[in-house]
């Protein structure tokens, strides 16, 4: 854990965000003028596909978030101070989306046996509900108890009337107490200018990025890479170069060296561990032998060799800018919650229900919005994309 005011993006981000616009200016120029396709320009002798659903199982892993909450169990517990009337009793955790907060914090409560303040329903977050109406029995705020909340960017609404809970409830964990609270990056952005936030909670904490070698430590630790082998397309190179061979210090045997598509791949991600995995797993790709292979087997589990196009190149949705505003301010409303129901975002913009619904048929089309236990959020392998674009227009946006 660190501060969230110490959190730095891993480098060459500015490089990758150009380096993407470039790449989509060409393939358009490609496609308009030269009329080539991303294939023929590659060679026919070896075709990349997107791999299927039934391919990407075996390839695709998620973040062990018990883990990482005994990980930084003891770092949390010395957040807290407990002698002294100047004690800090408060330790909000941010971090943007796919950065596991809210897992991580609900993982933790599971492991302390530590009561959980899980957000009301919506309709109850727009009526009269105050932080007095919430149920707070299992919390002894005046002794060693601790109350961790994962979500609170569910306990408002950007609404005239979605306020009252949230404002209550930070008063009320400022008053005293041991809280851990958890908040989406962009809500705590919101709240910070709305309520004042971090001067009534304090700054908060964050996870250290995942930058490059963090994320070049995990994808070795998943995969077999005696079996599988993964190279950057077009250029032959191995995703994750065997230091030990030509090298006799021991020391760089024991640290392996970071490719520059895992660099890549950390930069474009924003050292957001989610977003890093999601777009790997957006950007493998097979490659299907000349039409008289037909019928080999394709199994991605032994002996395979996987090519990774670079983040960049990724074909993600991006808002219409000059002339889209519904699309910019329906993406925005959904990260400025961590997702929303339909309902709810008929209810908070300024625009009729089958605009609303013809703009997030737009965006679950393109890829860049999933709905998932009824709520819409935007995709995490659209999010960089996404996010660049909106603060890049003047959108309130997050730090990380």
């Known amino acids: ?49 997107n791999c299927s659903a039934v391919e990407l199982e075996p390839l695709t892993h998620e973040i062990d978030w018990k883990r990482v909450a005994g990980e930084v169990s003891e770092g949390l517990t010395e957040g807290f101070e407990t002698d002294g009337s100047d004690g800090r009793r408060v330790v909000p955790l941010v971090g943007p989306p796919g950065s596991g907060i809210a897992e991580m914090l609900a993982a933790l409560a599971q492991e302390r046996q530590s009561p959980l303040l899980e957000a009301p329903e919506t309709d109850r977050v727009l009526g009269e509900m105050d932080a007095e109406d919430l149920d707070l029995t299992a919390w002894d705020a005046s002794g060693d108890s601790m109350l961790v909340i994962p979500s609170l960017e569910r306990f408002y609404l950007r609404h005239e009337s979605g306020l009252t809970l949230v404002r209550s409830l930070i008063e009320r964990l400022a008053s005293g107490g041991r809280v851990l609270v958890g908040c989406d990056s962009w809500a705590w952005a919101f709240l910070q200018q709305a309520a004042g936030i971090e001067d009534m909670l304090g700054p908060p904490m964050t996870l250290a990025p995942f930058d490059a ?30 230091c030990s061979k030509g090298s006799d210090s021991e020391s760089e045997k024991s640290q392996p060296a970071t490719s520059d598509l895992v660099k890549s ?53 991006a808002p219409d800018n000059g002339r889209n505003r519904i699309e910019r301010f329906l993406l925005h409303t959904l990260l400025q919650h961590g997702g929303l129901s339909l309902a709810t975002l008929v209810t908070l913009l300024p625009f009729s229900r089958e605009q609303i619904c013809r703009r997030l048929a737009e965006l679950r089309l393109a890829g860049a919005v999933a709905e998932r236990d009824g709520r819409f959020q935007v995709t995490l392998t659209a999010y960089p994309q996404i996010r660049r674009d909106l603060v890049g227009e003047g959108f309130l946006g997050d730090a990380f």
């Not at 380096?19 to 023929?40: A, H, I, N, P, T």
């Not at 070698?213 to 065997?242: H, K, M, N, S, T």
């Open 1 to 49: 854990m660190i501060p969230a005011s110490d959190f730095q993006v891993p480098c060459s981000a500015a490089n990758e965000a150009a380096l993407g616009r470039s790449l989509r200016v060409w393939r358009w120029f490609k496609g308009e003028f030269l009329q080539l396709s991303e294939q023929s320009a590659a060679g026919h002798s070896n075709k990349l596909r």
């Open 213 to 242: 070698p963090r994320l070049d430590a995990w994808l070795r630790g998943v995969y077999d890479l005696q079996q599988i082998e993964f190279v950057q397309r077009g250029r032959d190179a191995p995703v994750f170069p065997d």
């Open 265 to 317: 791949f950390a930069a474009h991600s924003r050292g957001n561990p989610g977003v890093a995995l999601a777009l790997w797993t957006s950007c493998l790709r097979i490659c299907d032998p000349d039409s008289d292979a037909d019928g080999q087997d394709d199994d991605t589990s032994a002996g395979s060799t996987l090519w990774l196009v670079p983040p960049s190149e990724l074909e993600v949705h």
